[in-house]
């Protein structure tokens, strides 16, 4: 346990493939932002040294963040628990902070073994391999419900936690953040990016943003796009992002005969130049934990159609904010988008909204102090 005096030392620990989705931008940006004062954060990631296409280390580098890389040569390798080990030991470190249901196990074990205070955030579990579903998150929530403290995303998330076993007491609620500094529109920038995307004064630019993944459910999004786009042959719809369904999402456009009107960009560093492109953003996921999607397009000002998925409507009230559907209801989907089109002063006015309640009330800054004060409670600096 840490001292009573000095900032908490803390271990973001995650284990991720590829370059990863939103809790890397929550902990690269919390790491970034921390006050050092109170908080002295390091980043470790264990790295599959088989996933070529691993890229966090690029991303911590331009934070820029205390960062340490630990190699694996598979998903269990041994070898990582003395580096964790030493890692904790050479930092000084007095609190381990998990973020997945690998480092979940590994923050429990390390706190039994070296005495350091273990916390885990919930982002969800998403995963659908029959692996996931059927052990790896059933025994993940069994090891969350023995942690002395858990942040969940959303209030979904800590019902979950609550009904496996996890003391209420236990369970606080903290809702992503966005640095609405980083994320803010410049209308001026919008005829160039419009342009580069071949998008004329009479075209509507739908973008959907997140990876290519079952549960963002982008199949049916197509769906409703094509009925959408027989009525309004001016519609045009960009994917950004990349993962599992990207040929399925391939053949389905081609099916649907989509080619000419939907693209698939695939993964991009910076989503900031394509929202100046889009008039309008969409999430179409049936599970979530607090989108930071939606949080971008919120900062951005680009109106916003989404699914009622997990904490989207702890982001923004229906009608007030965006407009909010029930998940796997296209028929809702596509009337929701007709009236962001048939409405446009109303939509822009939930877009201004939504803007004004990322600078108040979602802002990063206040995320970070939040945690900071969880991880001071924790520590024994209360």
């Given at each position: 346990?840490?001292?009573?005096?000095?900032?908490?030392?803390?271990?973001?620990?995650?284990?991720?493939?590829?370059?990863?989705?939103?809790?890397?931008?929550?902990?690269?940006?919390?790491?970034?932002?921390?006050?050092?004062?109170?908080?002295?954060v390091?980043?470790?990631y264990?790295?599959?040294?088989?996933?070529?296409a691993?890229?966090v280390?690029e991303?911590?580098?331009?934070?820029?963040?205390d960062?340490?890389?630990?190699?694996?040569?598979?998903?269990?390798?041994p070898?990582?628990?003395?580096?964790l080990?030493?890692?904790?030991?050479?930092?000084?470190?007095?609190?381990?902070?998990?973020?997945?249901?690998?480092?979940?196990?590994?923050?429990?074990?390390?706190?039994r073994?070296?005495?350091?205070?273990?916390?885990?955030?919930?982002?969800?579990?998403?995963?659908?391999?029959?692996?996931?579903?059927?052990?790896?998150?059933?025994?993940?929530k069994?090891?969350l419900?023995?942690?002395?403290?858990?942040?969940?995303?959303?209030?979904?998330?800590g019902?979950?936690?609550?009904?496996?076993?996890?003391?209420?007491?236990?369970?606080?609620?903290v809702?992503?953040g966005?640095?609405?500094?980083?994320?803010?529109?410049d209308?001026?920038?919008?005829?160039?990016?419009?342009?580069?995307?071949g998008?004329?004064?009479?075209?509507?630019?739908?973008?959907?943003?997140?990876?290519l993944?079952?549960?963002?459910?982008?199949?049916?999004?197509?769906d409703?796009?094509?009925?959408?786009?027989?009525?309004?042959?001016?519609?045009?719809?960009?994917?950004?992002?990349d993962?599992?369904?990207?040929?399925?999402?391939?053949?389905?456009?081609?099916?649907?005969?989509?080619?000419?009107?939907?693209?698939?960009v695939?993964?991009?560093?910076?989503?900031?130049?394509?929202?100046?492109?889009?008039?309008?953003?969409?999430q179409?996921?049936?599970?979530?934990?607090t989108?930071?999607a939606?949080?971008?397009?919120m900062?951005?000002?680009?109106?916003?159609?989404?699914?009622?998925?997990?904490?989207?409507?702890?982001?923004?009230?229906?009608?007030?904010?965006?407009?909010?559907?029930?998940?796997?209801?296209v028929?809702?989907?596509?009337?929701?988008?007709?009236?962001?089109?048939v409405?446009?002063?109303?939509t822009?006015?939930?877009?201004?909204?939504?803007?004004?309640?990322v600078?108040?009330?979602?802002?990063?800054?206040?995320?970070?102090?939040?945690?900071?004060?969880?991880?001071?409670?924790?520590?024994?600096?209360?």
């Open positions: 346990m840490a001292s009573t005096t000095g900032p908490v030392r803390v271990l973001e620990l995650r284990s991720v493939r590829g370059t990863g989705g939103g809790p890397e931008k929550t902990i690269l940006l919390g790491a970034a932002m921390a006050d050092p004062d109170r908080v002295q390091t980043v470790c264990l790295r599959d040294q088989r996933d070529t691993f890229g280390a991303r911590a580098a331009a934070a820029p963040v960062y340490v890389e630990i190699e694996e040569r598979h998903s269990f390798d070898a990582v628990w003395p580096r080990r030493q890692l904790i030991k050479n930092r000084k470190i007095d609190l381990v902070h998990a973020h997945d249901y690998k480092t979940d196990m590994l923050a429990l074990f390390l706190s073994a070296t005495g350091v205070a273990a916390l885990s955030t919930a982002h969800g579990w998403t995963g659908h391999s029959a692996r996931e579903r059927l052990c790896y998150y059933p025994a993940d069994r090891i419900s023995r942690f002395e403290r858990l942040i969940a995303v959303s209030s979904d998330i019902r979950e936690l609550v009904r496996h076993g996890a003391d209420p007491a236990r369970v606080t609620t809702l992503n966005i640095d609405h500094r980083q994320f803010h529109r209308v001026s920038r919008e005829p160039a990016m419009r342009a580069a995307l998008l004329g004064p009479g075209d509507v630019a739908i973008g959907a943003v997140g990876r993944e079952p549960q963002k459910r982008f199949d049916l999004l197509l409703a796009f094509a009925v959408l786009h027989a009525r309004r042959p001016q519609l045009r719809l960009f994917f950004v992002g993962g599992s369904q990207k040929d399925a999402l391939e053949a389905r456009r081609q099916a649907l005969g989509l080619a000419d009107s939907c693209t698939l695939g993964h991009v560093a910076d989503v900031v130049p394509w929202h100046h492109a889009f008039d309008l953003f969409v179409s996921s049936d599970y979530e934990g989108p930071n939606v949080l971008e397009a900062a951005l000002e680009t109106p916003i159609v989404a699914t009622a998925a997990g904490g989207t409507g702890e982001l923004i009230e229906d009608g007030v904010h965006g407009r909010v559907v029930p998940v796997r209801h028929g809702r989907l596509i009337d929701a988008v007709d009236a962001a089109l409405d446009p002063d109303g822009r006015a939930m877009a201004r909204r939504a803007r004004q309640r600078e108040g009330q979602l802002s990063f800054e206040s995320r970070v102090r939040t945690v900071e004060a969880i991880y001071h409670e924790v520590a024994g600096h209360a």
